[in-house]
């Protein structure tokens, strides 16, 4: 494989998205021969911290532009973004939040022109997030995750909500005024976007969606 592989996977906050990039991870490892070194993870909100923690010119620009609390303006993500794709040194990129508004996807084949890519969309309805997300809960010791509600984790830490899901309806309320009108121009481009039900098992998705894609493999 002579160009990077990029997988972008999409969806609602919560949906699910952490576990598929875990599950094509596993299945890339286990059955088509790449180890850690060739599978890279990058995160848009992640980069967008560390540019802005860092104090780079981009950084402080978008500090500057995010200071009323919005969002990354789309020129700046996607400079940014295109620069992190070129200076990651893998064969497969897992890319996580990109893109999520219209403007976005609007640049997406222009930043994809160089790469193999794809689309992984999981839609996961409003309700089942909620109750998926009822008794999910963090040490705020040790941060270890946990799934049983308020109470003690064995290292004596309290069990509290992570700080996303006590924000949690609002943040789905802006993806589905933001990220899910940009999912229906992707699907409606076409060009190699998988579409799952909220409900399909992840690793389902991961192996379903490699066999798929093996000749970029």
């Known amino acids: 494989m002579n160009k990077k592989f990029v997988i972008s996977l999409i969806g609602a906050p919560a949906s699910g998205k952490g576990f598929i990039a875990s599950c094509l991870r596993d299945e890339l490892k286990e059955h088509y021969g790449l180890n850690d070194n060739d599978i890279a993870g990058i995160s848009v909100g992640e980069v967008i911290r560390r540019e802005k923690k860092n104090k780079t010119p981009l950084g402080l620009l978008l500090a500057a532009n995010m200071k009323e ?32 508004t219209v403007g976005q996807v609007k640049e997406f084949s222009k930043l994809m022109k160089n790469f193999y890519s794809a689309v992984v969309f999981r839609d996961t309805p409003k309700e089942l997030i909620l109750e998926r997300v009822k008794n ?82």
Request: aromatic share 8%.
């Open 69 to 100: 609390g919005g969002l990354a303006p789309d020129d700046m993500v996607n400079e940014m973004l295109i620069e992190e794709l070129k200076n990651v040194d893998a064969k497969v990129l897992i890319l996580d939040g990109y893109p999520r």
């Open 136 to 217: 999910r809960r963090i040490c705020d010791k040790c941060g270890q995750a946990h799934n049983v509600g308020d109470g003690h984790c064995e290292c004596g830490g309290r069990l509290v909500k992570r700080r996303d899901d006590r924000v949690l309806p609002e943040r789905l309320a802006e993806y589905e005024e933001m990220t899910k009108p940009a999912v229906m121009e992707l699907k409606k481009e076409g060009k190699n976007f998988f579409w799952y039900e909220g409900t399909a098992e992840g690793c389902d998705i991961a192996k379903d969606f490699l066999s798929a894609n093996k000749s970029y493999l």
